[in-house]
Nanobody, 125 residues
Framework: QVQLVESGGGLVQAGGSLRLSCAAS????????MAWFRQAPGKEREFVAA????????YYADSVKGRFTISRDNAKKTVYLQMNSLKPEDTAVYYC??????????????????WGQGTQVTVAS
């Protein structure tokens, strides 16, 4: 199994930027597609961005397209989420996830078996 630990969250003003990191331990992540999800208080966990095992394909939720960028460094076993032009509605706990079984839809939570503990992102207006 692969263990995931997110970092980089914090408090930022609207319009600011943050870079989240997801460090993996245990098994390598080089063969897995990876994703970021987020969950705001009182809301369902929702898809944010995903990246293929090679990094050659990326996918984004419409709400973050053009503002967020997902990337990965397989040698460092780390996935990143660069978040620019942050808005108060981006406030949530952000989770990293690994599709260890393969298959499934990239935007569905059930496609991902390994999850991190989450990192809080708060955007002040």
């Amino acid at each position: 199994q692969v263990q995931l630990v997110e970092s980089g969250g914090g408090l930022v003003q609207a319009g600011g930027s943050l870079r989240l990191s997801c460090a993996a331990s245990g098994r390598t992540i080089s063969g897995y597609s990876m994703a970021w999800f987020r969950q705001a208080p009182g809301k369902e966990r929702e898809f944010v961005a995903a990246i293929s095992w090679s990094g050659g394909s990326t996918y984004y939720a419409d709400s973050v397209k053009g503002r967020f960028t997902i990337s990965r460094d397989n040698a460092k076993k780390t996935v990143y989420l660069q978040m620019n032009s942050l808005k108060p509605e981006d406030t949530a706990v952000y989770y990293c996830a690994a599709n260890v079984a393969g298959g499934g839809k990239y935007y569905e939570r059930m496609s991902y078996a390994s999850w991190g503990q989450g990192t809080q992102v708060t955007v002040a207006s």
